[in-house]
């Protein structure tokens, strides 16, 4: 089972941005984001399969998910944050339908999880 370890989360100002990483134990083409709010269920935020990315509209144009060349490094950039954007931030990978746009309705289906980081924005 491969191994994700998610850092970078922190308590900013509204406006303000963070870079989240996701260090992976092995080379992972099939990875992405999804973050959880207290009270509330685990939504999909970003997802990067080959070429190809995918966001949450939520967070469209304003948060950019890359990998390091070697494939073992995930980071979400976010800019311009919400209050509604605090939550814990998780990091997943492969899984049932993983490539796909759905995969990020479907946080069940996710292969392997980290145990994620916390952003907290105020207003």
Known sequence: QVQLVESGGSSVQAGGSLRLSCAASASLYCVGWFRQA????????????LSRTYY???????FTISQTNAKKTLYLEMNS?????TAMYYCAAGGV???????LMYPANVGAWGQGTQVTVSS
């Not at 949450?56 to 304003?62: C, I, L, T, W």
């Not at 944050?81 to 954007?85: G, I, Y």
């Open 38 to 49: 207290p009270g509330k269920e685990r939504e999909g935020v970003a997802h990067t399969y």
């Open 97 to 103: 339908g993983c490539g796909r746009e759905s995969w």
């Open 81 to 85: 944050l919400k209050p509604e954007d």
């Open 56 to 62: 949450a509209d939520s967070v469209k144009g304003r």
